[in-house]
């Protein structure tokens, strides 16, 4: 989620500027100051493999895949996941 929002920073800030689009009690509230964003950078790194590890043993605890090889499976983590992907066959021989 901080990825998503540091990649799309500009247009954010676009938005929350615009006295058309947001209001000025809103843009208080919700709008970054600099040492804000480097925070967010600065987080990224560190969250990102913490969340892969929690989507990991989730995928294992939650859905009983009885192999760390299948749960790090991209196909298999977006069946489990995301229903439009729940017409995926899954195949039997994993190498």
Known sequence: MLERLSEQRLPVQAVLADETVTKVGIRRSLAMRECQWELVAQLIPV??????????N??????????????????????TLDPRFKHLKLR????
């Open 47 to 56: 969250l990102r493999p913490l969340a892969k590890n929690t989507v990991r």
């Open 92 to 95: 039997t021989g994993f190498t």
């Open 58 to 79: 989730e995928l294992i605890t939650r859905f009983k895949l009885l192999s760390r090889l299948l749960a790090e499976s991209i196909p298999i983590t977006a069946r």
